[in-house]
């Protein structure tokens, strides 16, 4: 079975801290993702990678960066945090070859900033 | 552009009683569609597919959605709901081989199971 892995369930951070995301995959998937889901809207894209040191952005990308120095591994960093980053986030992994785009998610990590 | 949108935010249904969530896609290309279900505390786990082969899916759990092209709709039924299905449910759409590799998502509907 694919498994992707969120290394923390739970955070708890203070407005203008530097928070790291982190997220594994096991079954060497090229591309990965970054969602943000909160109630009524759903998943929305922040940024994802389809290549070791590569990224492109989604679609709110804004007070996010990515870090992806190796395949199994992408990290969500958000530089300063503020309240309105407080959210759930989930990693996603897909194949590269698979043109279906079906995603792998991991549990997600529940970020509040106070 | 591609964008997903679910009709009804909340679903209420009595235990046995069919359920029938609402989607309706755009897509500037033949879209591949997804159902994926979330339960309390965990992430997302996929429910079926549609890829272009035959319209009508069969998924895990007795799920099942019909791609009906001429109303660009993706609806997910079951004929006779348990009280597991109790969750929040998300159609989503990629953009077939064009090479975006991302799903857009709709913004999901929560199912609830009366006993």
């Known amino acids: 079975d694919v498994k992707v892995t969120q290394s923390s369930r739970y955070l708890v951070k203070r407005t203008g801290e530097k928070v790291f995301l982190e997220c594994v995959q096991d079954?060497?998937?090229?591309?990965m993702f970054w969602y943000r889901q909160d109630p009524g809207l759903g998943l929305r894209l922040i940024y994802f990678?389809?290549?070791?040191?590569?990224?492109e952005k989604g679609d709110i990308p804004e007070g996010y960066s990515v870090s992806r120095e190796k395949k199994e591994r992408f990290s969500l960093i958000l530089e300063s945090a503020s309240t309105n980053q407080t959210s759930m986030y989930l990693c996603?992994?897909?194949?590269?070859?698979?043109?279906?785009?079906?995603?792998?998610f991991g549990e997600g990590s529940r970020l509040t900033v106070l | 552009a591609q964008s997903v949108t679910q009709l009804g935010s909340h679903v209420s249904v009595s235990e046995g009683a069919l359920v029938l969530l609402r989607c309706n896609y755009s897509?500037?290309?033949?879209?591949?569609l997804f159902w994926y279900v979330q339960y309390p505390n965990q992430g997302l786990q996929l429910l079926l597919k549609?890829?272009?082969?035959?319209?009508l899916v069969k998924g895990i759990n007795g799920f099942e959605a019909e791609f009906k092209k001429s109303e660009t709709s993706f609806h997910l039924t079951k004929p006779s709901a348990h009280m597991s299905d109790a969750a929040e449910y998300f159609c989503?759409?990629?953009?077939?081989?064009?090479?975006?590799?991302?799903?857009?998502f709709g913004s999901g509907t929560r199912l609830q199971v009366q006993p």
């Open positions: 996603a992994s897909s194949l590269g070859t698979s043109n279906t785009g079906e995603l792998f």
């Open positions: 079954m060497d998937h090229e591309n």
């Open positions: 990678s389809y290549d070791v040191k590569m990224k």
């Open positions: 897509s500037s290309v033949p879209p591949y």
């Open positions: 549609y890829t272009s082969a035959a319209t």
């Open positions: 989503a759409v990629s953009e077939g081989d064009t090479g975006r590799r991302a799903l857009t």
